[in-house]
């Protein structure tokens, strides 16, 4: 052993060469047999010690050859057997070819430090696991074992293969700190994409006899929340603020804007998003107080009024609602009211030509819509029967006295008769007419 003391040292000094396998030993032309990616050949040193029985010089994954030693007492035959390995290709299994009493550098896990590629019976070697397992250097011997096979002696030392990051969970999580591989002890903490929460929220690399596992099997979990597709128009009779999915909860609208009702909803998981199912919920909105006109007044005065509430309207001074009252009513698919109204301005008392006109009824102010009846002296007649309040505030006719005229006028000879003459209004001015001329050729 004292042989190895300074390529112990060496190892010591240097692990992270002894971690990283030699590109001399990993291509194909190193490893026994002159491996390739999918064939064995016949080539490296082992072969000239022995006769092969095929004439093959390639030979596919699983293949078995037959081979007999040159040499020695038990010259065979023997089995060699062409495997898929990991991390070499394919390689050459001739552990079961006793007359060459030797191990190979095909070992699964390791890697060796040695370039020689033949080791006899009881010859040892220093190795290092591979990046997949927990980094560690240590020696092993090559033995004929009871099966009579020639194998490396890992029963001392073996490869603790680290916790690796898994591709097959449902809804992987996102690993912090993210890599391929994880030691022993070593804790993780999960996160999840919106909507979804880790459980658990950490994991650890922990032993398993002589592997490590995960402590357990992390997963995303979909969630809803009150935000979201939640709707503004219910509220939650639970206090909680998370829901899982499948979890369906009973929810109520709210009542100072929507008619009451209670309806349920289901958290529900599909096309990759989590969200409420809300099929089923139809809160009925009610009838928001009319913006239109500022000068309206509502009693009851609220924001909002239910089905078939009816509300008083009314307008500052000088104005009249254009509908005394309106009344919440539902057309079918929502809320509307019956009406649209309006603050409009009264009328004062009716002006009028001459102080012969009369009308009725009289009062101080008059609401758009009112009606008065005029009347004139005996002998005359109003120029329209009636006038009306408009929505303006103002009369919709200017009345006047009009009558027939039937005296001498200012000393002028022959009368006048009324089939004759035009009607003209009290206080029109007699200069206008000519002598002996009728009121129909007034100038």
């Known amino acids: 052993m004292a042989l190895w003391g300074p390529a112990l040292a060496m190892l010591l000094a240097l692990p992270s060469l002894l971690c990283v396998q030699d590109p001399a030993l990993s291509s194909s032309s190193k490893v026994e047999g002159g491996k390739s990616p999918e064939k064995c050949r016949k080539e490296g040193s082992w072969t000239a010690k022995v006769t092969f029985d095929s004439e093959e010089m390639e030979f596919p994954v699983n293949a078995t050859v037959a081979v007999t030693c040159n040499k020695g007492t038990d010259p ?11 991390d070499y290709g394919a390689a050459w299994d ?33 190795v290092s696991c591979q990046e997949p397992f927990e980094q560690k250097v240590f020696s092993i011997t ?7 096979k020639f194998e490396w002696d890992f029963s001392k030392n073996k490869c603790i293969r680290r916790c690796k990051l898994p591709k097959t969970w449902r809804a992987r999580p996102a690993f912090s700190p993210d890599r391929q591989f994880y030691s022993r002890g070593e804790q993780v903490v999960l996160s999840c994409p919106q909507g979804y929460r880790p459980q658990p929220s950490e994991i650890s690399c922990i032993p398993n006899g002589t592997q490590n596992m995960w402590s357990e099997t992390p997963s995303c979990q979909g969630f809803c929340t ?19 999915v499948g979890q369906q909860v009973l929810v109520s609208c709210l009542q100072d804007r929507f008619e009451e009702g209670s309806f349920p909803m289901t958290c529900v998981e599909q096309n990759g998003r989590v969200e409420w199912d809300t ?3 139809n809160c009925t909105e009610k009838c ?12 009851p005065d609220k924001l909002y009024y239910a089905r078939e509430e009816l509300v008083t309207l009314s307008c500052p001074k000088d104005h009249e609602p254009s509908q005394p009252m309106i009344r919440c009513l539902w057309n079918g698919s929502h809320s509307v009211w019956s009406e649209a109204a309006t603050c409009q301005r009264k009328c004062q008392e009716p002006d009028t030509w001459n102080r012969g006109a009369e009308f009725t009824p009289k ?13 004139c002296k005996e002998g005359y007649w109003p120029s329209v029967p009636q006038s009306t309040c408009t929505k303006l505030g103002t009369w919709s006719e200017t009345v006047y006295c009009v009558g027939e005229f039937e005296t001498r006028v200012m000393g002028l000879p022959g009368v006048w008769g009324p089939a004759s003459w ?20 007034l100038h």
């Not at 928001?288 to 009693?299: E, M």
């Open 226 to 244: 009150k935000g979201g597709n939640w709707p503004p128009s219910v509220s939650a009779a639970p206090s909680q603020t998370d829901f899982a």
């Open 279 to 281: 099929s089923h919920v």
């Open 422 to 441: 035009p009607l003209l209004h009290l206080g029109f001015p007699l200069t206008h007419l000519s002598p002996r001329t009728s009121p129909g050729h």
């Open 94 to 126: 001739i552990s079961r070819v006793k007359c060459l009493r030797m191990c190979n550098t095909w070992a699964k896990q390791v890697d060796f430090s040695s370039a020689q590629e033949e080791f006899g019976v009881e010859a040892t070697v220093w």
């Open 288 to 299: 928001q107080k009319p913006t239109g006109d500022p000068y309206l007044r509502f009693a």
């Open 363 to 375: 009062q101080s102010s008059y609401n758009p819509g009112d009606v008065v009846m005029w009347s």
């Open 142 to 148: 090559c033995k004929e074992m009871k099966s009579g």
């Open 76 to 86: 065979g035959p023997f089995n060699a057997t062409c495997n898929m390995t990991k």
